[in-house]
């Protein structure tokens, strides 16, 4: 497999704090990777990165490119929806699309219009007439009609209600993502995007905790409820987690021995939103 | 360049206020203004019984009019034809002033810039589209508008005259409406590199500034005339605050407005004074203005205008504030 991007040591320190420090992760072709870590953690700033809108220390390479130098050529390969309110609030449809036609070489008008023609939006409607998810649709719109290698996303759906989190999402994995095409997502709704994941990055101060794709994140981390009388010799194993529930003990467990915790009481797969609040404990202590 | 054509179109599309909408609205006015002084003289003249030329009836002055007198009145037409350039001309000047101050600033503010820094678009094309808009589109749509409202003027005068009388065929012979139409179309490079120093000047302000871009470009240059003056007064450094305020100051915030290398540029080896008074096409005509190629506050300013620029691409690529 081929790499889409790679950081080596990557470090950007802003006036009074560290967004990076020192961070290295790799980034293969056809996967779709959850970056994924609480306000402030370096995320945006990860992002930003890769896709050539800040300067950093260390060593980042995106489909061949630096960022820092070859921005125009990287920007071809390479699409990004920030969140909702990046679109200018004049455009209107008909422009956006006349607009990013002429100017994208890999930009297929009929796709995007086909797009647009499952949306209530209009030719002469401007986006200051919108609502955030009609917005989004339009971007979006515009986003899949691009032949793009690498999509970015950074919170694309902020502020959205669940029928168009859900149809933002369902759109991308059916009209958009093959196995030529990479996707990085950052999000706080980690749930709904959790069983389209392939790859998860956990992101913390500046430092990357879990780099790992979701099949090894099964096999990895247990999660155990236990009773109340079999807590004790749970707690002596290290778990990374516990909480109360109904009396009982939920353990999570990092690379236990899955047999011993089978006896120990009922064993299941953690959510990913379970295995970040056990990761990020104390974040804002 | 079909890129850099549709980021001038994009430009368009967002400034139609300004750049379009401005100066037929200012042309508009202008015409209303004139029909209803025209009204009001004839209107006046009827109650009264005045009669032009102090009793003597209109056509009998026509017929008795010499070369020199038709000249005049060709004049007059001349003037009609490019008065309204005036007021057009001072509009745009305040539309291209505010436009070069947010063109790369209120993208940012409202984060656009992510999108359209998220295309394959150059951040030098980006900005250079936005020069070419302040200092050749939107003066081109001005002049173009003036020249139709001149020509509707003329119309104007002539259809008043006629009323009196007077031969209206004549009338056009001796004004040069094509001359005027030329020579306000030939000003339009000349204003792009008078202007630039300026466009310069608020586009590096816009694209530099974290907040507040028209306090910078105002403030700067005010406060360091202020200085060079205060010094000056106390006789130090040798340094003259008119000379600054005249060449700096005035420069990088007032060459935007159209006309003002006729007023600020004393190199200019024509000057006023000695132009013919039947003439008035002469202050605009290539001849005269052109002059202006041989004056190195000009090329000084062009050259400052070109690094302002730069700077403003610089400020364009590394400005992450979003």
């Not at chain 1, 993502?177 to 101060?205: A, P």
Request: glycine residues 8%; charged residues 20%; aromatic residues 10%.
């Amino acid at each position: 497999m081929n790499a889409v991007v790679t950081a080596t040591g990557l470090s950007k320190t802003y006036k009074n704090s560290i967004a990076l420090n020192d961070v290295s992760f790799r980034i293969e072709s056809g996967r779709i990777v959850g970056l994924i870590g609480p306000n402030g953690a370096g995320k945006t700033t990860a992002l930003k990165a890769i896709l050539g809108l800040t300067d950093f220390k260390g060593e980042l390479n995106v489909l061949g490119f630096d960022p820092r130098t070859q921005r125009d050529q990287l920007m071809e390969q390479v699409c990004f929806i920030a969140d909702v309110a990046v679109l200018p609030r004049w455009i209107r449809v008909r422009e956006a699309i006349d607009f990013v036609a002429n100017v994208h070489p890999r930009f297929n008008r009929a796709k995007c219009e086909a797009f647009l023609a499952r949306t209530k939006l209009t030719p002469n409607q401007r986006v200051k007439q919108m609502s955030k998810g009609m917005i989004v649709q339009l971007h979006l719109a515009l986003v899949m009609a691009i032949d793009a290698r690498l999509l970015v996303l950074d919170e694309p759906t902020l502020g959205l209600d669940i029928l168009y989190r859900k149809q933002f999402y369902q759109s991308l994995l059916e009209d958009y993502f093959d196995e030529n095409k990479t996707i990085i997502v950052t999000t706080h709704q980690v749930e709904e995007i959790e069983n389209i994941l392939t790859d998860l990055m956990f992101i913390r101060d500046g430092r990357i905790v879990l780099d790992t794709d979701m099949d090894t994140v099964g096999e990895r981390f247990v999660e155990v409820m236990v009773s109340a009388e079999k807590a004790a010799t749970a707690r002596s194993m290290r778990p990374l987690d516990e909480r109360q529930v109904f009396g009982k003990s939920i353990f999570l467990f990092d690379g236990a021995d899955r047999a011993t915790l089978e006896s120990m009481g009922e064993v299941r797969r953690p959510t990913v939103s379970d295995l970040f609040v056990a990761t990020m404990k104390g974040t804002y202590a | 360049m079909k890129t850099f054509y549709w980021l001038l179109k994009r430009e368009f599309w967002e400034h139609r206020g300004g750049f379009l909408w401005a100066p037929v609205v200012t042309g508009g006015i202008f015409l209303v203004l004139n029909v209803m002084a025209i009204i009001t003289a004839e209107v006046l003249s009827a109650r009264h019984g005045v009669r032009f030329g102090g009793g003597v009836d209109i056509q009998e002055m026509m017929r008795n009019a010499d070369a020199g007198a038709w000249q005049q009145v060709g004049a007059a037409a001349d003037v009609a034809m490019i008065s309204s350039m005036g007021l057009i001309g001072i509009v745009m000047g305040i539309v291209v002033l505010f436009y070069c101050l947010g063109s790369l600033y209120d993208d940012r503010r409202d984060r656009s810039v992510l999108f359209w820094k998220s295309l394959p678009v150059s951040n030098t094309n980006t900005v250079l589209s936005k020069v070419a808009s302040a200092a050749i589109v939107a003066p081109v749509i001005a002049v173009v508008v003036s020249i139709v409202c001149g020509l509707l003027q003329l119309i104007l005068f002539v259809i008043a005259l006629s009323f009196h009388g007077v031969n209206v065929w004549q009338l056009l012979t001796y004004s040069h409406p094509l001359r005027a139409v030329a020579s306000l179309l030939s000003n339009v490079p000349l204003y792009a590199l008078w202007a630039l120093p300026a466009i310069g000047w608020l586009m590096l302000c816009s694209s530099g500034a974290r907040s507040k871009p028209f306090l910078w470009a105002v403030a700067t240059p005010v406060v360091l005339g202020l200085l060079v003056s205060w010094f000056d007064i106390m006789g130090l450094f040798n340094m003259t605050g008119s000379w600054f305020w005249a060449n700096v100051v005035q420069r990088v915030l007032l060459s935007v407005f159209p006309g003002t290398s006729l007023l600020f540029d004393k190199h200019n080896p024509l000057n006023m004074g000695d132009l013919n008074e039947n003439d008035p096409l002469a202050m605009l005509s290539p001849m005269h203005t052109y002059g202006l190629l041989a004056s190195p506050n000009l090329w000084i300013g062009v050259i400052a205008g070109l690094a302002l620029i730069a700077g403003a691409i610089w400020f364009r690529r590394v400005r992450d504030d979003s």
